[in-house]
């Protein structure tokens, strides 16, 4: 079972973020209780909460901002863009579904969307409430404390990514930070194909694996 | 029933990350609404997307200017409502098996599409912006084969209904097949039903058998 105590050398806003959660319901004597990320979404979604959603602005616009820009994204329209990925998280959080995906993970979705977007390119998307779509015999049962793994699973993903070799990192930034295809990246780095996706491969089994220390 | 033919991983992850190519990212994501394991797959991989933008450093950026988030609530709260979600359009039963994304690119129901036909197999091409590829539905009448052929690139095969079977394996509905070009098969439908499938191609067929090799030069496939 994780132990969320004992990773006070974490610090930073991540932290915060799950303490904030896990806080969320146990500990209402606290002063000043942070609110999750996942909760000002839901606030968002069903408030219209504008300071809940100032808070997510606060936080996720310079890192969208810094994300962003590693992209092959002119300057000029950086902040339009940060600025649309905003206005979609305010319009669309009636969407989120805390039970599926961290808030930063439904805004990384959010922001790739609205980068295929503007290539004029088509995003073809499963439709869970389509008939044809198999589901699970589980499906429909979420785990008891789903909610709370998408934060500790952001907090192993974070160690994870830092303990990535450096040749795996690199690949692994170029491919969600730089909108580059497997391809793409081969040229870029004048690596041959196969090398880059084993690279990718490991790296990204890595990632799984800490993942799954969760279940 | 489970599916056990999965797109290869850098598939799922340039899919995850919005890189793949449209008549990839069709064949993937049509893929995954038959297979919740890949599903649960690209959500962990979208999970690192969130865990990177988490991690993206905002040294360096300036100061988060309130007066910009004012601004924006203003020019946000003046835009007209979200537009509703259409309802899914009715689906015949000859198409109730094809699931979106791809049954929305049908022109037509499976019935009448404008199948044309090549001796135990009718074949229906899919408008494909992509440079030398090809998407097409394919429809290989029960119990019969394809053509013997190899490919010039990479070969691309989700059953959709019916299943298929070749050198490689046995292929039910939602199994997907990557052909690469060292890859010499026949698929041969199962009896009892015709097999549909989607095929995405990088470049054309080579037909291998005796008299496939002389046909070859002058079929478009």
Redesign the interface.
């Known amino acids: 079972m994780f132990d969320g105590g004992g990773n006070s050398d974490l610090g930073g806003?991540?932290l915060d973020?799950v303490q904030g959660f896990m806080a969320a319901g146990d500990s209402p004597g606290r002063e000043a209780p942070v609110a999750s990320h996942e909760d000002d979404l839901l606030a968002v979604a069903r408030q219209r909460d504008?300071e809940a959603?100032?808070r997510l602005?606060?936080h996720?616009?310079?890192?969208?901002?810094?994300?962003l820009r590693r992209l092959r994204t002119p300057e000029a329209t950086l902040d339009d863009l940060v600025?649309e990925v905003?206005?979609s998280v305010?319009?669309?959080a009636n969407s989120f579904d805390p039970a599926?995906?961290?808030?930063?993970?439904?805004?990384?979705?959010i922001?790739?969307?609205r980068?295929?977007d503007l290539a004029r390119?088509?995003?073809?998307?499963?439709?869970l409430?389509?008939?044809?779509?198999?589901?699970?015999e589980a499906?429909g049962e979420p785990l008891p404390d789903e909610q709370a793994s998408?934060g500790q699973?952001?907090l192993l993903?974070?160690d994870a990514?830092a303990s990535l070799p450096a040749d795996q990192s690199e690949i692994?930034?170029l491919?969600?930070?730089r909108?580059?295809?497997?391809s793409?990246i081969a040229s870029e780095l004048d690596l041959p194909l196969g090398t880059v996706?084993s690279r990718?491969?490991l790296a990204?089994v890595k990632?799984?694996t800490a993942?799954e220390g969760l279940d | 029933m489970n599916v056990s033919h999965h797109p290869e991983p850098a598939l799922l992850l340039d899919y995850a990350t919005g890189t793949l190519a449209d008549p990839f990212a069709l064949i993937v994501a049509t893929h995954m609404a038959l297979c919740p394991a890949c599903r649960r797959e690209v959500a962990a991989l979208e999970a690192v997307g969130g865990a990177l933008l988490e991690q993206a450093p905002e040294a360096g950026e300036a100061d988060v200017d309130q007066g910009a988030f004012e601004r924006m609530m203003s020019r946000v709260e003046a835009l007209p409502p979200e537009p509703a979600i259409a309802p899914l359009p009715a689906i015949d039963t000859a198409t109730a098996r094809i699931p979106r994304p791809l049954r929305d690119r049908l022109p037509a129901s499976l019935d009448n599409l404008p199948w044309r036909r090549q001796g135990p197999v009718e074949t229906v091409f899919l408008p494909c912006d992509l440079p030398g590829h090809r998407v097409r539905v394919l429809r290989i009448a029960a119990g019969r084969g394809v053509p013997r052929h190899t490919h010039r690139g990479t070969e691309l095969t989700l059953v959709l209904q019916g299943s298929f079977s070749d050198e490689t394996g046995h292929y039910l509905r939602g199994d997907m097949e990557c052909a690469n070009p060292e890859l010499d098969h026949r698929p041969v439908a199962d009896p009892g039903e015709a097999c549909v499938c989607l095929a995405v191609t990088s470049a054309p067929l080579r037909l291998t058998g005796t008299l496939g090799r002389l046909i070859d030069p002058f079929l478009d496939i």
């Open positions: 806003p991540c973020a504008r959603f100032r602005f606060t996720f616009t310079p890192r969208l901002r810094s994300f600025q905003m206005t305010w319009r669309r599926k995906a961290s808030a930063s993970t439904w805004i990384f979705t922001a790739r969307n980068r295929i390119r088509k995003r073809p998307e499963v439709d409430d389509d008939p044809a779509t198999l589901h699970e499906d998408h699973m952001a993903l974070r990514i692994v930034g491919a969600y930070q909108d580059m295809s497997h793409e996706k990718l491969r990204i990632l799984r993942m």
